[in-house]
């Protein structure tokens, strides 16, 4: 009797084994798919770095969307969700970022969250007493994006609350940054005083007007202080201010308008922080050295004195 021959047998691959290279092949894509995302840079740009101005009406969406429109970035979403990532609670600063193209978007993502601008702020320095004029001239002659228009136009009932100090200012900030910038730190300088200037009846219209012509006819704090107490009492004894600096004082009694200029702290303290005398009259020689004068006679002699 022959032996039957034997079945060769089928070898197949078990269901578990394909489940498992499945998932192999599905980490590889993710792997290489994440490394193309986070790594791979934009497309190839002749221009090889972009600046930014980041505004504060800008959020991280509209940010990356403009990034990726200008080939600093290949895809808005990763950028989005790498900033997410790193900060729920993320927020932009404001100014000009410059970003070198042709790098991994995990390098753009860093350098926003780390604020890191790579562009030197210019530094303007405004003094006290100022004008806006003025300081519309000095931000034109430095700042190359600036539009003189819209300052002049929005800065028009600021003069007197635009804080005379040194600032630091982007090339491509907007008019809106800069007058937040002087106009913010005129309320922070000026905070302290809010309780005294209320408690002394004058509005704080009334103060500022005062401390612009103090700025300009003191040549010290406490000049200032003791000027500051003569033209107030002046305005209480319906007497013209007189002042120089002002020439519509000679003409009309009490203060005028609006501030002739952009005072400094220590003119705004004099004006909330008269200092009390018998003096009405006062004048400054031709070395600066100011002299005071109970009467008009007094005042007479001093000018035939010290300015003659």
């Known amino acids: 009797m022959e032996e039957p021959i034997p079945t060769p047998q089928i070898h197949t691959t078990s269901p578990r084994v394909y489940k498992t290279l499945n998932i192999f092949f599905f980490i590889c894509a993710c792997v290489l798919g994440g490394y193309y995302l986070f790594s791979a840079p934009p497309v190839v740009n002749n221009n090889r770095e972009a600046v930014i101005h980041i505004s504060s009406s800008d959020t991280i969406t509209s940010l990356a969307q403009e990034l990726e429109v200008r080939n ?3 895809y808005d979403f990763v950028l989005r969700g790498m900033l997410l990532f790193l900060g729920p609670d993320f927020r932009l600063e404001i100014g000009d970022y410059r970003f070198k193209k042709e790098q991994p978007v995990w390098k753009i993502a860093w350098q926003i969250y780390t604020q890191r601008h790579d562009v030197v702020p210019i530094r303007v320095t405004l003094r006290e007493g100022i004008t806006n004029a003025d300081i519309t001239r000095i931000l034109s002659d430095n700042i190359s994006a600036f539009r003189k228009d819209l300052f ?8 007197g609350y635009l804080f005379p100090d040194t600032y630091f200012f982007y090339p491509l900030s907007t008019t809106d940054e800069i007058l937040d910038e002087l106009s913010g730190n005129f309320k922070k300088r000026t905070r302290s005083l809010t309780a005294d200037i209320e408690k002394s009846g004058k509005s704080l219209e009334d103060i500022i007007v005062m401390a612009s012509i103090i700025e300009k006819e003191a ?3 406490d000049d200032a202080s003791m000027i500051s107490g003569i033209l107030w009492k002046r305005i209480k004894i319906g007497m013209p201010l007189q002042a120089d600096a002002a020439p519509i004082t000679y003409r009309e009694t009490g203060l005028p ?7 400094g702290l220590v003119s705004i303290r004099a004006s909330v922080y008269p200092t009390d005398s018998a003096y009405l009259y006062y004048l400054h020689d031709k070395k600066g050295q100011i002299h005071y004068a109970k009467t008009y006679d007094e005042h007479r002699r001093n000018i035939s004195l010290y300015l003659r």
């Open 152 to 159: 002049v136009t929005d800065a028009r009932y600021r003069q």
């Open 219 to 221: 040549k010290g704090q």
């Open 257 to 263: 308008k609006e501030p002739i200029g952009n005072p």
């Open 72 to 74: 600093i970035i290949r």
